[in-house]
């Protein structure tokens, strides 16, 4: 199955969301099906903010590094596309298809002074049709998951605005929707039926099981930072435990007793 259909399988696609080389080889081990990076994942391993703060030829680099080690097919989370224009992503964009990137997440939201908001409708639905038309004339064939942060910023009207936002999209040519901070399964339901796009939500502490979310009408799930974020909880233990203790014997556990 070619990564488009892997969204209209049995199941949900179930991403691995990584940021390097040693993650993505993990993921492919433990028999994942596909990859997606995480923004906020690759601008902390490289000492960045969230948000579009490194340059996108660092974050294409860490592309090239994964596609290197994987043949998984891999999703990029292109933030607001790192360009100020349709031309910018465009351009942005066929660097990742080139490179043999499957996908993108391009989300309707970006960082402004340090506040994230949601951008107008129309203007970013324009945005989209022109790059939606443009990569299909040129016969790229990445797949185009729109994110938009209705839940994220809580917007009053989340559910309502959110259907709106989705159909708007698909006319434009979106291929996916994402919301993440989407939990509710009924909210679930309501945007993948009204939006006639697979749906994408992403882990949460109440996210239901996938199971119930398969019964809801989801298609994509993705874990975000998470994983990410627990792994360097960890790590940051790890190296407390060593300076408070004077010794290396946590890095071994039981090997130390033998």
Not at 124 to 137: D, G, K, Q, V, Y
């Amino acid at each position: 199955m070619n990564f488009a259909e892997l969204h209209n399988q049995h199941d949900p696609l179930l991403i691995a969301n990584v940021w390097d080389a040693t993650s993505a080889v993990a993921a492919q081990e433990s028999g994942y099906q596909a990859l997606g990076t995480s923004s906020a994942a690759i601008a902390s391993t490289l000492g960045y903010e969230d948000g579009q703060g490194m340059p996108f030829d660092e974050l294409f680099y860490i592309v090239t590094r994964i596609r290197a080690v994987s043949n998984l097919p891999l999703s990029v989370d292109m933030e607001a596309g790192y360009g100020d224009s349709a031309e910018e992503i465009i351009t942005n964009f066929r660097r990742l298809a080139q490179s043999g990137v499957s996908g993108v997440n391009l989300e309707d939201s970006r960082v402004i002074n340090g506040v994230r908001q949601l951008d107008d409708v129309s203007d970013f639905s324009r945005s989209l049709r022109i790059i939606c038309n443009t990569l299909r004339s040129e016969n790229y064939s990445l797949f185009l998951n729109i994110r938009t942060d209705t839940y994220v910023l809580r917007h009053e009207s989340a559910l309502q605005e959110t259907i709106l936002r989705g159909q708007h999209y698909k006319a434009a040519g979106a291929d996916g929707l994402f919301v993440p901070c989407l939990t509710s399964e009924k909210e679930i339901s309501l945007i993948a039926e009204a939006t006639g796009l697979p749906l994408n939500v992403m882990c949460m502490p109440d996210l239901p099981s996938f199971g119930r979310l398969k019964l809801a009408g989801v298609n994509r799930i993705s874990m975000g930072n998470f994983v990410h974020s627990a792994i360097q909880s960890k790590l940051t233990d790890l190296m407390h435990g060593i300076q408070s203790r004077q010794t290396f014997e946590g890095l071994f556990g039981d090997e130390s007793n033998r």
